[in-house]
């Protein structure tokens, strides 16, 4: 079956402009992440969905940072007047539930340049 | 694809030999520890995970080993083969914390035929 997918891949953007990234996670999975990895690190929490609620945020780094999940689904991270501190890989996970520990299954990642 | 891990410390093998990848965590209160894999333009990709109150878990080709009295896990790759070769992240989900995880630093493998 299909993955989770992340568009788009690559995204070069100026500093100050408004960016979003898009995530469609496994179908059936009620539990969505958003993760950030810069180079040379591991992914760093940023948010997570359970649903169409946001269950727990609390990585977002400053309110430029907002994602929704409107109908449950698919997801989108929005980062307004974009740093050039925002470059990093944007991942996306999904899983089952999040409630209960259950494997996460990552997307390729969305690759941010802020020039 | 972005290659990952560039300043990462490096495990270097030959095809053939045994690998072991270590890392620390903090959290006593975390209750599960997974390994992933990631290779370059990829995302993370799990490979095998362990409950606290276990110390060994065997998968095909690989162990994880957790001694919780030092808060350490290691990653046993037997016959490493040039697909290995990637970087290599445990991470941990704390036990309060939903389904959220806790990424560790990483580990570059390179296998050398």
């Known amino acids: 079956g299909a993955g989770v997918s992340q568009t788009p891949s690559n995204k070069v953007t100026e500093k100050g402009k408004y960016v979003e990234l898009r995530c469609d996670p496994i179908?059936?999975?009620?539990?969505l992440y958003w993760y950030r990895q810069s180079l040379g690190q591991g992914p760093e929490f940023l948010i997570y969905?359970?649903?169409?609620?946001?269950?727990?945020d609390s990585g977002l780094p400053n309110d430029r940072f907002f994602a929704v999940r409107p109908e449950g689904s698919v997801s989108t991270l929005k980062i307004q007047r974009t740093e050039r501190g925002d470059s990093a890989v944007y991942l996306c996970a999904s899983s089952l539930t999040g409630v209960v520990y259950n494997e996460q299954f990552f997307g390729p990642g969305t690759r941010l340049t802020v020039l | 694809g972005e290659s990952v891990g560039l300043h990462l410390p490096t495990l270097s093998v030959q095809e053939g030999d045994n690998s072991i990848i270590n890392c620390a965590y903090s959290n006593s209160a975390s209750d599960y520890f997974i390994w992933y894999k990631q290779e370059s333009g990829k995302g993370p990709q799990f490979i095998i995970d362990?409950?606290?109150?276990?110390d060994k878990r065997q998968g095909q080709r690989v162990t994880v080993l957790l001694n919780k009295t030092v808060k350490h896990l290691s990653l046993q790759i037997a016959a490493t083969q040039p697909g290995d070769s990637a970087v290599y992240f445990c991470?941990?989900?704390?036990?309060?914390?939903?389904?959220?995880?806790?990424f560790g630093a990483g580990t570059r493998l390179a296998v050398h035929p």
């Open positions: 991470a941990d989900r704390f036990s309060g914390g939903y389904n959220k995880l806790i």
């Open positions: 179908s059936g999975h009620t539990a």
């Open positions: 362990i409950r606290s109150n276990m």
């Open positions: 969905f359970q649903g169409t609620g946001a269950a727990d």
